[in-house]
C-alpha cells in the first residue's frame, strides 16, 4: 500500500516545489515512483547502520573543487566545526537513506526531497543542488549519557552562528528536541529509552512547515569517529567534476547510525502539506483524499491502512501506523542556544500543543579519522 503510485506523483510534485526541488534530473520519470530496494527492512525492524542504497561502484573523477577551509576536511567528513576533545559533541545530518516506508523510499522522494533539502546547495561544500532547509540535529554529551537531537529552524549563517534547535508549535503539534539516554561500547552507542520526536521541515521559499510526527523513536549503532566530528564518513569519488552524485550506483555519504519509530496515521492526518492540500496521511498511504484533504474515515476511523499497530508495538496487527526506518551520516557544526530566533525560544508556560517530545516507553577546517 505504500508504493509511489502514479496517482501519488503530483503530490510529489508539490512537495518538491515547497522544497525547491530545481535539478532537472530529480524530475519525476518513468520507474522513478518505485521504491529503491538497496537498504530496506521490514516493518518494525531497525536496519543496520551502514546499510546503503549504492552499489558501491565509485567512479567518480573527484574532482570536485571542495573550500575545506570553509566547508570541512574533505578527507573526513566535512565538518565545519571542530569537536575534539570536548565531552558534548554537536552534528547536523548530512544524508538520510530511509529504508522503509515505500512511500518515502522512492528516488523521487529520496533524491528530489529529501537529499536535496539537506544539501547545503553550495558546489563549494560539494552539494551540485539543495536548498539547506531540512536541518536535523544531533547532540552526544558523553558525560552525561544523553542524546538531544530535533530539527532546526532555518539559519543565516551556518558557518558563523551554525544552528539552533526549534522550539515551537505547529498547528497542533509542539516541536522541541527530544533527549535519549544512551550507552556506549567503544565509541558507537544506541538509546536505552524511546522518545516521541516531531521533526519539523522549514522552507526557505514559503512560511509553511512540514512536521514528520515520530513516535517510539529508537536510534542504533551510532559510530563516532575517532577525534569526535564525524558519524559515516564523506566520499569525494563519488563526485564528479561538477559536484554531481549518483547515489544509485555510489553515495558521497556512508552512514554509521540507525534510526526508527512509527507515525500513526492520526498524528499524519494532522499534518497539512499545503503545496498538496491533503494531509501527510494521504502521502503515506497513498490514498484518495477525503472532502476535507485528509485521509477518508467510516464512522471516524481511517479507512486507509498502515503497516504496524501503535497499540500492541508490532507489524500489521491493527495497522494504524506507518514504520520509519533510515540510516544516516552526520557531521560537525555550531549549535547555539537560539538567542534571537524565534522559532527557537523556550515555549511560553502552557503552550505545549500536543505530544510534545517525552518518554515513549513505560570556522577552521578541523581534521578526523581519514574517510575511503
Not at 219 to 224: P, R, S
Not at 299 to 306: E, L, R, Y
Not at 324 to 341: E, K, W
Not at 347 to 369: N, R, V
Request: with cysteine; glycine share 10%; net charge negative.
Amino acid at each position: 500500500p505504500f508504493a509511489l503510485t502514479t496517482a501519488g506523483f503530483g503530490a510529489v510534485a508539490s512537495v518538491c516545489a515547497f522544497l525547491a526541488c530545481e535539478d532537472p534530473h530529480l524530475r519525476t520519470e518513468p520507474g522513478q515512483g518505485n521504491p529503491i530496494t538497496g537498504c530496506s527492512v521490514k516493518a518494525g525492524e531497525t536496519p543496520p547502520a551502514t546499510c546503503d542504497d549504492s552499489d558501491g561502484e565509485c567512479d567518480g573523477t573527484g574532482g570536485c573543487t571542495i573550500n575545506e577551509a570553509k566547508c570541512g576536511s574533505a578527507s573526513t567528513c566535512l565538518p565545519m566545526a571542530d569537536n575534539k576533545g570536548k565531552d558534548v559533541l554537536d552534528f547536523r545530518i548530512r544524508r538520510l537513506n530511509v529504508a522503509t516506508p515505500d512511500a518515502l523510499k522512492s528516488k523521487v522522494i529520496r533524491d528530489g526531497v529529501l537529499t536535496n533539502a539537506i544539501n547545503l546547495g553550495t558546489k563549494e561544500c560539494s552539494d551540485k543542488s539543495g536548498t539547506g532547509d531540512f536541518t536535523w540535529l544531533v547532540r552526544v554529551d558523553k558525560k552525561a549519557g544523553t542524546l538531544t537531537t530535533g530539527g532546526a529552524a532555518l539559519s543565516t549563517d551556518i558557518f558563523g552562528l551554525g544552528y539552533c534547535f526549534a522550539n515551537t508549535t505547529v498547528g497542533a503539534l509542539r516541536v522541541e528536541p527530544a533527549v535519549f539516554p544512551i550507552t556506549f561500547q567503544g565509541n558507537t552507542f544506541g538509546s536505552t529509552t524511546n522518545q516521541r520526536l516531531n521533526v519539523p521541515i522549514f522552507s526557505s521559499i514559503t512560511p509553511d512547515v512540514i512536521i514528520l510526527p515520530l513516535s517510539d523513536v529508537k536510534v542504533a549503532g551510532v559510530t563516532l569517529s575517532e577525534e569526535g566530528n564525524c558519524i559515516g564518513k564523506f566520499r569525494k569519488t563519488a563526485l564528479g567534476a561538477d559536484c554531481s552524485e549518483n547515489a544509485d550506483s555510489c553515495s558521497k555519504w556512508q552512514t554509521a547510525g540507525a534510526l526508527s519509530g512509527y507515525i500513526t496515521l492520526e498524528d499524519a492526518d494532522l499534518v497539512l502539506i499545503p503545496q498538496t492540500s491533503s494531509s501527510l496521511c494521504t502521502l503515506l498511504t497513498q490514498s484518495t483524499k477525503g472532502a476535507d484533504n485528509k485521509c477518508q474515515r467510516q464512522n471516524g476511523v481511517i479507512v486507509p491502512k498502515g503497516d504496524y499497530c501503535s497499540k500492541d508495538k508490532k507489524p500489521g496487527s491493527c495497522q494504524d501506523s506507518v514504520w520509519l526506518a533510515a540510516t544516516f551520516a552526520a557531521a560537525a557544526v555550531h549549535i547555539n542556544d537560539g538567542t534571537g530566533v524565534p522559532q527557537c525560544a523556550p515555549l511560553p508556560a502552557g503552550d505545549g500543543g500536543t505530544d510534545a517530545a517525552a518518554s515513549d516507553a513505560g570556522t577552521d577546517a578541523p581534521a578526523d579519522a581519514p574517510a575511503e
